[in-house]
């Protein structure tokens, strides 16, 4: 017995996972949100000088250590690698159900978008 996706259930898949995504990267994006109000709330706001906070949130260890402890912007950062990361799993699905469908070309074409994509994240200035 083979296993095939028609377009509708491939759709709905798609449109499932897209849902998922972004409830999943808002929901991290808000949790982050309420940290930050939780320990920056009361603090009055300097409009006249601009202060960037130099967090270590480029690199995986900065990011995922800093979310489990509550660090607010590292939760928010992951909510937006979320929100990035949700088209680029559809891409990823769209090319294994082309794959399973036997579909040369949109899996080839499917392919290239995802080589694109993964190299725009991976060569990002």
Do not use: W
Not at 23 to 41: I, P
Not at 44 to 58: E, G, S
């Amino acid at each position: 017995m083979r296993f095939l996706l028609d377009d509708e259930r491939m759709e709905r898949a798609m449109g499932v996972l897209l849902r998922f995504g972004v409830v999943l990267a808002s929901t991290a994006v808000l949790a982050g949100l309420l940290f930050y109000l939780q320990d920056h709330g009361g603090k009055p706001v300097q409009f006249h000088d601009f202060k960037a906070y130099n967090f270590d949130l480029r690199h995986g260890s900065g990011l995922f250590s800093g979310s489990p402890r509550g660090n607010a912007a590292a939760i928010i950062e992951l909510g937006i690698i979320l929100l990035i990361a949700t088209p680029v799993a559809r891409v990823v699905f769209a090319v294994v159900a082309f794959a399973m469908e036997r579909d040369r070309l949109y899996t080839a074409i499917s392919l290239a978008v995802l080589a694109v994509l993964v190299y725009s994240l991976l060569h990002a200035s």
